[in-house]
């Protein structure tokens, strides 16, 4: 079995230090360091799932690993996931559309806003949401990716070798 991991973010500078670029962070802090081939979609979050179905009709019996933003999960964690909604993730959501299926592999990057205590998180709705995750990270933010991104690797080389179910159960 082949595996992609596809890191869901927006292309340009403007765009590559915030939230919803956690995915593309945290892989870039891991570059050619994966046990799998790396596809980076061109196109904006809300179309990623386009470029990844375009590169599946050429690439047969390959099993798709998307590593995303989640703003419900605390700053700097991840959990691994598998055949679930969008949990109303635009660029999941486009995923699963394109696909026209949802059984494929996800490592969510908490990026969850910490009230002033910095420990308690704060739930976001409508536009706060989209203003929260396009703002971009602190230095702060960026180094709690660094730090989690060498995790990221080992869990995705236990996807790769040992399958979802076996990473899940250790890391999550």
Same mark, same amino acid.
């Given at each position: ?7 869901l ?21 891991c570059?050619?360091?994966?046990s799998?081939e ?7 979050m809300?179309?990623? @799932? &386009? ?9 047969d019996d390959?099993? #798709?690993i998307?590593?995303?933003? /989640?703003? %419900?999960l605390?700053?700097?964690k991840?959990?691994?996931s ?8 635009n660029g ?5 559309n ?19 205590? @910095? &420990? ?5 709705f409508?536009?706060?949401?989209q203003?929260? #995750?396009?703002?971009?990270?602190? /230095?702060? %933010?960026?180094e709690?990716l660094?730090?989690?991104a ?9 996807i ?13």
């Amino acid at each position: 079995m082949n595996y992609i991991l596809v890191p869901l973010g927006n292309p340009g500078k403007e765009y590559e230090r915030t939230r919803h670029n956690a995915g593309r962070i945290v892989c870039e802090n891991c570059a050619n360091d994966f046990s799998c081939e790396v596809f980076i979609p061109k196109s904006y979050m809300n179309e990623n @799932g &386009r470029d990844v179905a375009e590169y599946l009709k050429y690439h047969d019996d390959t099993e #798709v690993i998307v590593i995303y933003d /989640d703003k %419900d999960l605390p700053f700097g964690k991840f959990r691994i996931s598998h055949d679930r909604g969008d949990g109303g993730h635009n660029g999941l959501k486009s995923i699963i559309n394109h696909l026209g299926k949802k059984d494929f592999v996800r490592i969510r990057i908490g990026v969850a806003h910490k009230d002033t205590d @910095g &420990r308690n998180i704060i739930p976001l709705f409508g536009d706060e949401v989209q203003k929260y #995750v396009m703002a971009n990270c602190t /230095d702060e %933010d960026l180094e709690m990716l660094k730090g989690v991104a060498s995790r990221v690797k080992e869990a995705v080389e236990v996807i790769v070798k040992e399958g979802f179910a076996k990473a899940m159960e250790k890391f999550n």
